[in-house]
């Protein structure tokens, strides 16, 4: 009996170390503000710089791509936004620089904002 136990105990191991592995996020670089379209940080990652953003202008999000995870890998606040054309009718918040990881947005982001320091 003890035997048989010991197989079942590895391949469970195994599925679970299996099950995490592919579940690792993608990685947010330094200076890039990421997004995914899963909580957790799951699904293709949506990344925003200061290459292809200009601060202090909206950023809306691709068309059918909305946020539920973010990341602020930039040294500067970014506010994300409930609607594409960053309106303040719905929510939004601003996240410091630096380091600022959310698994769980508080609502769908379809918009950001980079701002100057």
């Known amino acids: ?8 105990v590895i391949t469970a191991w195994l599925l679970v170390a299996t099950a995490t ?9 330094r200076g890039e503000f990421c997004v995914w379209p899963a909580e ?10 200061l290459e292809n953003t ?5 950023a809306p999000l691709p068309e059918g791509f909305d946020a539920r ?6 040294k500067r606040p970014v506010t994300v936004y409930q609607g594409r054309d ?9 996240y410091p620089g630096g ?8 609502y769908v982001v379809r ?3 980079i701002w100057d320091n």
């Open 86 to 94: 960053c309106s303040t009718e719905g929510e939004f918040d601003t």
């Open 111 to 113: 918009g950001l904002q």
């Open 40 to 49: 957790s940080y799951e699904g293709e990652v949506f990344r925003a710089a």
């Open 1 to 8: 009996m003890k035997i048989l136990a010991i197989p079942v």
């Open 69 to 74: 995870s973010f990341a602020n890998r930039t």
């Open 54 to 58: 200009n601060p202090g202008e909206c």
């Open 21 to 29: 592995a592919t579940a690792d996020p993608q990685p947010c670089e």
């Open 99 to 106: 380091g600022t990881f959310v698994p769980e947005a508080p």
